[in-house]
């Protein structure tokens, strides 16, 4: 089957998204957007409303990618379309340096100037951002997403769906738990539970602004 790839989102990180399938040779045939969504990413139409999937596998089309920052949401996308017979496939730059020995998920997305080092895994869904590299031994979970400019030193585990934003630096051994957010420039020295909120020099809880 050679229809093109149906891109699930239309926004900033689908456009990259979109540029990273083609650049792997694939052609993206339609991205599905919310009821707000321009009609157009990058020259592909959008089609709003996720009803629309259910129609285009009828019509033969068979992988998505699932193009949408938010971790949870992604991951609940995935499960829609894989429970109607899509296959996830990968958007991976081609200027990304990724170890042999490591082992890649499905629907992860890896951008331009990305490490991934000996051994890593990176579980489906996840996001490895522009020029954030994993050391050897990483451990980042299903849709977790590691922004731009991030460092994580060898054997470091990244839960289910956590976010470390732009700029995070990790030191070495350290398990960052499932659900946890890390604001930008974080540099984590310690384990981090389970749906933390953290963020500093070194990081530490913060709470939402009233
Ligand atoms: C962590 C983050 C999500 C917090 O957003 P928020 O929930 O709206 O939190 P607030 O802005 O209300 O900040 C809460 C407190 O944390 C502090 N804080 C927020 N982000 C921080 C950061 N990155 N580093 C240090 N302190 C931070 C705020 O100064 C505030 O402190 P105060 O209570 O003493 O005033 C956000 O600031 C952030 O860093 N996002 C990263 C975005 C990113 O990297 N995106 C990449 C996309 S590819």
Known sequence: MTAGVIVLGSSGHAKVCIE??????ASVAYCIGAAESSTECLGVPVLNGDEHLKRLQSEGYEE??????????????????TGLGFR?????????????TATIGAGVAIMAGAVVNAECVVGDLAII?????VDHDGRIGDAAH???????????????????GVGCKVIPDITI??????????????NVESGSRIAGVPAKAIHKRA
């Open 146 to 164: 590691i922004a731009p400019h991030c460092g994580l030193a060898g054997n470091v585990a990244v839960g289910e769906r956590s976010f470390l």
């Open 64 to 81: 998505v990618f699932v193009a949408i920052g938010a971790n949870a949401l992604r991951q609940r996308l995935a499960l829609f379309a």
């Open 129 to 133: 951002n522009t020029l954030a590299s």
């Open 20 to 25: 990273l399938l083609r650049s792997a040779g």
């Open 177 to 190: 738990g499932e659900d946890v957010l890390a604001g930008a420039g974080s540099v984590i020295v310690k």
């Open 88 to 100: 996830l496939v990968n958007a991976i730059s081609p200027r990304a340096v990724i170890s042999p």
